[in-house]
């Protein structure tokens, strides 16, 4: 069903002066589908996202947004499009409260020009939304007012995928969530995925965990050396079969 396809890439490709990190990659992402990405470390799946949430550009090759061609300059770009991204190095700001951290750069706060009061006004509204999100998400937190500079990785996590989920119309994109958590924390960030798929977004996963992939994942990419070597059903494909698509054996 073609009218489920959000996000469409074809024959994308990008380089680093030397280093062809994207080759002629093509991609689907359907609304309501977690999709992963796959493949061995320096495959390009960062590269990948990065390029559909505007930290880069693609040389060459075309991406539609809801069959309409897009050109994604910046992440403002990319944010306005309806895209959200949880970056693997994560990007929250340590010494900002997670109310803060939802709205930094999106400003309800309002000019600085603004009466005092009414700034006020904004940011206890900041808090409430937040905190009506948090709640929501179930994302337990020992105190909303400290800064994230004092939350365990997985209550960070928590906040990034939740912050993600509030602004996100039509594509999250989660570069390893899970890759620095124990079992619960990994437990809870899969269940926001799940809900965030729920709500009818399109859902790219970049992971390690076959595990994951499995549960979550209606299809996976596997890419390899910058260049897309299969396209799985997780469900249906034997893992040793997948462990030498992704390390090329
Ligand atoms: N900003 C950059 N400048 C130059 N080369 C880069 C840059 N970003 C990535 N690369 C190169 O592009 C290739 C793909 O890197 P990328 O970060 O996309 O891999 P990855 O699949 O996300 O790996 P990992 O699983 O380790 O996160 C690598 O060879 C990397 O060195
Ligand atoms: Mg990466």
């Keep these: 069903m073609n009218s489920d396809i959000v996000l469409s890439i074809t024959n994308a490709t990008k380089r680093f002066g ?22 061995d470390n320096g495959a390009g799946k960062s ?6 949430s505007g930290v880069h550009q693609i040389d060459e090759g075309q991406i539609t947004i809801d069959g309409i061609a897009t050109s994604i300059r910046s992440p403002v770009d990319a944010r306005a499009a309806g895209i959200e991204t949880v970056y693997q190095d994560l990007a929250l700001f340590d010494n900002l409260t997670p109310a803060q951290n939802f709205y930094a750069g999106r400003e309800i706060a309002g000019p600085s020009w603004l009466p005092l009061g009414l700034r006020f006004l904004n940011s206890r ?13 179930k994302v337990i937190l020992p105190s909303k007012e400290a800064t994230v500079a004092l939350m365990s990785g997985g209550q960070r ?13 039509k594509v999250v994109i989660l570069d390893e969530p899970t890759a620095a958590l124990g079992l619960r924390e990994a437990r ?3 269940d926001l995925v799940a809900q965030l798929r729920a709500e009818g977004n399109a859902v790219i996963l970049i992971t390690h965990n ?20 299969g396209e799985i059903i997780p469900s249906k494909t034997n893992q040793q079969e997948l462990v030498s698509m992704i390390v090329g054996a």
């Design 18 to 39: 030397p280093v062809l990190a994207l080759n002629d990659i093509s991609l689907q992402a359907r609304r309501g589908e977690v999709l992963a990405l796959l493949g």
């Design 47 to 52: 590269t990948l996202i990065k390029c559909i």
């Design 157 to 169: 996590q928590a906040v990034a995928v939740a912050r993600a989920s509030v602004f996100a119309r």
């Design 210 to 229: 076959m595990e994951h992939v499995t549960e979550l994942a209606s299809r996976a990419i596997v890419l390899r050396q910058g260049r897309k070597v």
């Design 188 to 190: 809870k960030v899969l």
């Design 125 to 137: 509204r900041m808090e409430a939304e937040t905190a009506r999100v948090l709640d929501r998400l």
